[in-house]
């Protein structure tokens, strides 16, 4: 247990260090014509540095929006607002889909047509195939995109024996033990797996979450873009790297939603029943139906 206390105190000492380092040497991470530099992004990205930094910064800002609470309100409009914009966008991706497949079937089964092709001026042309499969990126991108917004709006399906009756206090305090103990650490779990499962499929020699920053430096000299294009048909789909994209995206997305939730729980809690729901941007087919 000591030993547990010491390196998490000592990682967040380093933390500062290293905030700063990497604010002063952008060059060090962020020119990815350098190897070194796509190496030490790729390390560091899902790191136990990085880790400490998130927690350091979480804490500071945690401090001070309970100083000024219009800080911490402030936290949660623009983390809320940036769910749902990104989900309300993002949601056109389902008409897409459905318009597309109208497509499909009509270019297949009326006109007989092995390629399809979209655009104005330069079209785009697929097979037939790679635009049916395509269609499952636009559900990815609901499903990855828009499930942050949809927690916002509070459209989750949720199983309620005990929450419904208690009191606003108590609600509060179920809400910041869910977003701290549940999603928050979920969220790292699955950002730790995403984030090299994503690069695993962009560049070769392979990396692994095992690898010390030493091996992969001496692998730097040989690593090379390998971004993902094969299909599982010959003509299918060949942009399925954008998933493994898409799925840390989501993963940084419901993190930072846990964040603005927690912030939400702990000032309706010091604030009381009048702020529940405080700058909410409830859709109006959402707000309607409640």
Known sequence: MLDFILWVATGI???????????THPGQWLDWSNGESLVRFIYYGASSELFFVVLTLFAILTGVGLWRNSIM?????????????????????????????IVIVFAQRIFAQAELGFGFGSTV???????????????????????AYTFVQGGHVRVD???????????????????LLFMMPVAVLLWIYSWYFMWRHLVT????????????????????????TIGFSPNG???????KVLLVVFTAMVFLQAVAF?????????????????????????????
């Open 13 to 23: 000492v380093r933390s500062f260090w290293h905030m700063a380092y990497a604010l």
């Open 73 to 101: 309100w402030g936290t949660v409009r623009g983390l809320e607002a940036f769910a749902n914009g990104v989900g309300r966008v993002a949601a056109w991706a389902g008409l897409l889909m459905v318009l597309q497949q």
């Open 125 to 147: 042309s697929f097979d037939i195939s790679w635009w049916s499969e395509e269609l499952k990126l636009y559900n990815a991108i609901v499903v990855t995109l828009c499930c």
């Open 161 to 179: 024996l005990i929450y419904a009756p208690i009191s606003h206090r108590a609600k509060r305090i179920v809400d910041m033990c869910g977003a």
């Open 205 to 228: 020699p392979k990396v692994s979450a095992s690898d010390q920053l030493d091996l992969m430096l001496r692998k730097a000299s040989i690593i090379r873009w390998n971004v993902e």
């Open 237 to 243: 789909f060949n942009g399925y790297f954008l998933f």
């Open 262 to 290: 927690f912030y939400r729980s702990l000032l309706e809690l010091k604030e009381g029943p009048s702020s529940a729901g405080k700058y909410h941007d409830p859709d109006v087919a959402s707000a309607a139906a409640h």
